[in-house]
């Protein structure tokens, strides 16, 4: 019975989130095109620029259809997206799809390498330091990992560079990846970005990790649980941490979008190709279909993360799965 | 703490401490092949590149595609390292009486990357794409032309509206490039260059490879060319550093004078004529007052700016266009120097105590703006001039504050000629004349001067032109600005540029790496 509700509660559950999501994505598309819209300046006067003539400008905007209406074009746009149609980039006048996809597939293994590596290493971290709570141990990573959240991670690329590359000559400084490379050459040249994306989203996997466990470790069944004589690992890993896994999986969900939206700087840093700088560079030109399709992935990253938060936490959780 | 502090502080720090005093000097560090030394590929870090590039040439308004369009493209008349005007594609010209009738001889033997000859076709092609009905961001350069038309094979002529007596020097715009005539697939651009598309992601890299045998006889040494995308300063300079680039473009003064340190690369300096202007709207009733405007010429201090902001590496602009390096430059004029007590009595003259104006400026105006505003208004202050400074965004800078603020931020590149500096911001006519400075008789002289073939004459003419600019006009041109770019001493043949960066951004063809 218990079983059949907890599967009626998943699937409902998955509904409402992909409803909700979808609103939401609609939602973003619409600010995402009226405040790119708002924005001093079009395409036309971004690609000229100082050098704009008024006849250029009319021409480039003529075949660019951007003397329609604002709505009229967010429909028009709309209405394709809907065909499976993203339209093609007002700037280079390439496909859409064409220009993000690469872009994207970059971001994602950047993002994929940094967060298999630290979401084990932050938890593990977190409950080891859990356990030693006061211990050296617990105080070098508390040290360590506010020290690495309280920098901006510019400054931590900028230190690794100094280090691995300019002084020790053992790693490229640029994470440019192209398909010649081999697979070694690929790893070395994304090595850098990836221990700074780590380092960056690993404190606050950490610390949450490690006080989330400890304010369970303080309730009365805990208590129980090291009277009945069970030892340190198994209390933690087996009583305490299944109850203290839900503000952690929300906080890792809310880390790996991070790592997939909100790297630019990085990106910047290490010049990598990836998809956050090119809805900057959209943005900087009014390239809106382009700021769109960036927009609309983006925030399904974030809807899909969570929606699988929310499910895993329900998963893990074993009092969750029997509703009262 | 930003990014761009923090560069020379830690990152090179870091280098550059360990290594001994190696003293290398812009250009002269390196000693120089005699004989070019072939093969090698040539790895260029530059920034100037975004995802929106394209390199159809009517689109070219940044370093990278321009780059990238002089490696696989041929120009029409080439700038040397003097300045001057010198064949490329057309191989000789000849003008009427009055500058307004030329004719072109167009090089023999040429042929295009998919076997075509050149011919007089191609070349009318090519400057008619960017006249009349177009998109072309050159169109304000070529509006003068009034007919361009094949007299046969290798002959054209061109007709112009003005005359103008420096038309091939007009000619070598970096976006007036030759593609075989009717060719419209700019994907996969096809030119007469040394150099072939291999590979194109917009604003990330590109690699062109040797197209066979070249047609210049002392160009084309490497084997392959990569130029990468690298917009971020501190970026750029980490890729040299550490190896990854054999060059690099735009670096600022203090990173300049640290590489210098370092036996490893040199720095080339070019001085190009680029100028930071701060310009006042002379339509406003305010700054429609000439000694308004003496007041906030004379109330700047100009050197003060060049060390700090340039850490040396400018001129001080004397409030006209031309810089000192063109045979034009008028040596007549004094150079305005930071005077307050004349700032203090144009103020009175013009019946004010004293002055609060506002300066809007942004980093997009020219890197260093806003320091620059910073420093001009403490010195303002000893003028009686209470200068507010209002930092505005770059994103959008060019559209909503620069010709609709009274007082801002501008900056210009070095022009090949002296009319293409006059007619870009200081003709009634022009579209970038941001001071909105309309001077009737400016423009007939200006125009005299353009179509006189006279040498001296049009020099004296020209000289007047620059002293009504320094007397009158609206814009205040506090510095020349050099362009500064760094490589490995393993680079030669490498030189300043007399316009624009990167050796006239012909850098592909005509450096090679020694062996």
Same mark, same amino acid.
């Given at each position: 019975?218990?079983r ?8 409902r559950?998955?509904v409402?989130?992909a409803g909700?999501?979808?609103l ?6 619409a ?5 790119t819209n708002m924005?001093p300046g079009?395409?036309a006067?971004?690609l000229?620029?100082q050098?704009?003539t ?5 021409n480039?905007?003529e ?7 604002a709505w009229w074009?967010?429909l028009?746009? %709309? ?8 339209g093609?980039? %007002? ?7 064409g220009a993000?996809m690469p ?10 390498l940094?967060?298999v590596?630290?979401?084990? %290493?932050?938890v593990g ?7 030693r709570?006061?211990g050296i141990?617990d105080?070098?990573t508390s ?7 309280s ?15 300019a002084?020790?000559?053992?790693l490229p400084s640029?994470?440019?990846i ?9 790893l070395?040249?994304i090595t ?6 780590v380092l960056v989203v690993?404190?606050?996997m950490l610390r ?5 466990l400890?304010?369970?470790?303080s309730t009365p069944y805990?208590e129980?649980a090291?009277l ?6 198994t209390?933690?890993?087996?009583h ?7 503000p952690?999986i929300a906080?890792i969900a ?5 790592l997939v ?9 290490f010049?990598y190709?990836?998809?956050?700088q090119?809805?900057v560079?959209s943005?900087a ?7 769109q ?5 983006f ?6 993360l969570n929606t699988i938060?929310d499910?895993?936490a329900?998963l ?7 509703p009262? | 703490m #930003?990014?761009?502090?923090?560069l020379?502080g830690?990152?090179?720090?870091? /280098?550059?401490a360990?290594?001994?005093g190696?003293?290398?000097l812009?250009g002269?560090a390196v000693?120089?092949?005699t004989?070019?030394s072939?093969g ?5 870090g530059m920034? +100037?590149?975004s ?5 159809d ?5 940044d370093?990278v595609?321009?780059?990238i369009?002089y490696?696989i493209?041929?120009g029409l008349?080439?700038i040397?390292a003097? +300045?001057n005007?010198?064949?490329e594609?057309f191989q000789s010209?000849e003008?009427?009486?009055?500058a307004?009738?030329?004719t072109f001889?167009?090089?023999r033997?040429?042929v295009?990357?998919n076997g ?8 009318v092609?090519s400057?008619?794409?960017?006249r009349? #009905?177009?998109?072309s961001?050159a ?10 038309r094949k007299l ?5 002529r061109?007709?112009?509206r003005?005359g ?7 000619l ?10 009717g060719?419209?697939d700019?994907?996969?651009?096809i030119g ?7 590979t194109?992601?917009?604003g ?11 047609w210049?006889?002392?160009a ?10 690298? #917009?971020?300063?501190?970026?750029r300079v ?7 680039v ?7 003064g203090? /990173? ?5 340190? #370092? ?11 680029q100028?930071?202007?701060f310009?006042m709207n002379?339509?406003?009733d ?7 405007r003496l007041?906030?010429?004379?109330a700047?201090d100009?050197?003060?700016i060049?060390k ?8 001080a602009g004397?409030?006209?266009p ?7 430059y008028?040596t007549d004029l004094?150079q ?7 700032a203090?009595f144009?103020?009175?003259k013009?019946?004010?105590? +004293?002055?609060?104006?506002?300066l809007q400026?942004?980093?997009?105006a020219?890197?260093g703006?806003v320091?620059a505003?910073v420093?001009?208004q403490?010195?303002?202050?000893g003028?009686?001039?209470t ?5 505005e965004?770059a994103d959008?800078y060019w559209s909503?504050v620069w010709?609709?603020?009274p007082f801002?931020a501008s900056?210009s590149d070095?022009?090949?000629?002296v009319?293409?500096?006059?007619s ?6 022009s579209t970038?004349n ?11 002289m200006?125009?005299e001067?353009?179509a006189?073939?006279d040498?001296?004459?049009?020099k ?5 032109c620059?002293r009504?600019?320094h ?6 041109i ?5 362009h500064?770019?760094a490589?490995t001493?393993k680079v030669q043949?490498w030189k300043p540029s007399?316009?624009f ?5 012909r850098?592909g063809?005509?450096?090679?790496l020694a062996?």
């Amino acid at each position: 019975m218990g079983r059949l509700n907890w599967r009626g509660s998943m699937s409902r559950l998955l509904v409402q989130r992909a409803g909700l999501g979808l609103l939401t994505l609609v939602a973003i598309s619409a600010l995402l095109f009226f405040g790119t819209n708002m924005l001093p300046g079009d395409v036309a006067a971004a690609l000229l620029g100082q050098q704009a003539t008024p006849e250029a400008l009319h021409n480039i905007r003529e075949a660019l259809g951007l003397n329609q209406p604002a709505w009229w074009r967010y429909l028009r746009w %709309l209405s394709g997206v809907l065909h499976g149609d993203f339209g093609v980039s %007002l700037a280079s006048g390439r496909s859409v799809a064409g220009a993000l996809m690469p872009r994207l597939g970059n971001t994602l293994v950047l993002a994929l390498l940094a967060g298999v590596i630290s979401v084990p %290493l932050a938890v593990g971290l977190g409950v080891a330091s859990a356990m030693r709570e006061g211990g050296i141990f617990d105080r070098l990573t508390s040290i360590l990992s506010l020290m690495s959240i309280s920098v901006p991670e510019f400054f931590i690329g900028y230190v690794l560079v100094v280090v691995f590359a300019a002084n020790l000559g053992w790693l490229p400084s640029l994470a440019m990846i192209n398909p010649g490379m081999s697979l070694g050459e690929r790893l070395a040249a994304i090595t850098l970005p990836v221990m700074t994306l780590v380092l960056v989203v690993l404190a606050h996997m950490l610390r949450m990790t490690r006080s989330s466990l400890l304010s369970v470790m303080s309730t009365p069944y805990i208590e129980m649980a090291f009277l009945k004589g069970l030892n340190r690992s198994t209390v933690v890993l087996r009583h305490a941490l299944p109850n203290a896994a839900a503000p952690i999986i929300a906080v890792i969900a809310l880390n790996l979008g991070y790592l997939v939206v909100g790297v630019v700087v990085v990106e910047v840093v290490f010049v990598y190709p990836g998809a956050g700088q090119l809805m900057v560079d959209s943005v900087a030109k009014r390239d809106l279909p382009l700021v769109q399709a960036c927009g609309l992935v983006f925030a399904a990253t974030y809807v899909g993360l969570n929606t699988i938060a929310d499910m895993v936490a329900i998963l893990v959780n074993p009092r969750l799965k029997i509703p009262r | 703490m #930003n990014r761009r502090g923090f560069l020379s502080g830690a990152a090179l720090f870091g /280098t550059v401490a360990g290594v001994g005093g190696g003293l290398a000097l812009a250009g002269c560090a390196v000693p120089e092949d005699t004989i070019p030394s072939r093969g090698g590929a040539l790895r260029l870090g530059m920034t +100037g590149g975004s995802t929106s590039d394209s390199l159809d040439p009517r689109t070219f308004v940044d370093w990278v595609p321009i780059n990238i369009g002089y490696q696989i493209m041929n120009g029409l008349v080439e700038i040397d390292a003097q +300045g001057n005007a010198v064949p490329e594609l057309f191989q000789s010209w000849e003008a009427q009486p009055g500058a307004i009738e030329w004719t072109f001889k167009i090089r023999r033997d040429v042929v295009f990357h998919n076997g075509k000859t050149l011919d007089a076709d191609d070349v009318v092609y090519s400057i008619n794409l960017h006249r009349g #009905n177009t998109t072309s961001a050159a169109q304000g350069a070529v509006e003068n032309i009034l007919d361009v038309r094949k007299l046969d094979l290798t002959q054209v002529r061109i007709t112009l509206r003005g005359g103008d007596a420096e038309l091939p020097a007009t000619l070598a715009d970096y976006r007036l490039l030759v593609a075989p005539d009717g060719f419209t697939d700019w994907a996969n651009p096809i030119g007469t260059g040394a150099y072939k598309l291999e590979t194109f992601e917009p604003g990330v890299r590109c690699i062109t490879t040797k197209a066979g045998s070249y047609w210049k006889p002392d160009a084309g040494h490497v084997e392959a060319i990569e130029v990468l995308v690298i #917009n971020d300063a501190v970026a750029r300079v980490n890729a040299l550093i550490s190896g990854q680039v054999d060059i690099i473009n735009r670096i600022d003064g203090r /990173t300049a004078d640290l590489l210098k340190r #370092n036996k490893h690369f040199q720095v080339i300096r070019s001085q190009t004529g680029q100028y930071a202007v701060f310009a006042m709207n002379c339509e406003s009733d305010l700054y429609g007052n000439n000694d308004i405007r003496l007041a906030l010429k004379y109330a700047i201090d100009r050197e003060r700016i060049i060390k700090t902001v340039l850490n040396g590496y400018g001129v001080a602009g004397n409030d006209q266009p031309i810089p000192r390096t063109s045979p034009y430059y008028n040596t007549d004029l004094g150079q305005r120097l930071y005077d307050p007590d004349r700032a203090r009595f144009h103020l009175k003259k013009a019946g004010k105590g +004293g002055l609060d104006v506002t300066l809007q400026v942004s980093e997009a105006a020219f890197s260093g703006a806003v320091d620059a505003a910073v420093l001009y208004q403490a010195a303002a202050t000893g003028a009686g001039v209470t200068l507010n400074v209002k930092r505005e965004p770059a994103d959008g800078y060019w559209s909503s504050v620069w010709m609709r603020a009274p007082f801002c931020a501008s900056y210009s590149d070095g022009r090949i000629t002296v009319d293409g500096a006059l007619s870009k911001a200081y003709k009634s006519t022009s579209t970038a004349n941001d001071s909105r400075w309309r001077r009737p008789d400016f423009d007939k002289m200006a125009n005299e001067a353009r179509a006189e073939l006279d040498p001296s004459k049009r020099k004296a003419l020209y000289a007047e032109c620059q002293r009504m600019i320094h007397d009158d006009a609206g814009a205040l041109i506090p510095m020349f600005m050099d362009h500064i770019e760094a490589g490995t001493s393993k680079v030669q043949g490498w030189k300043p540029s007399a316009i624009f960066d990167f050796m006239g951004q012909r850098i592909g063809e005509k450096v090679w790496l020694a062996s």
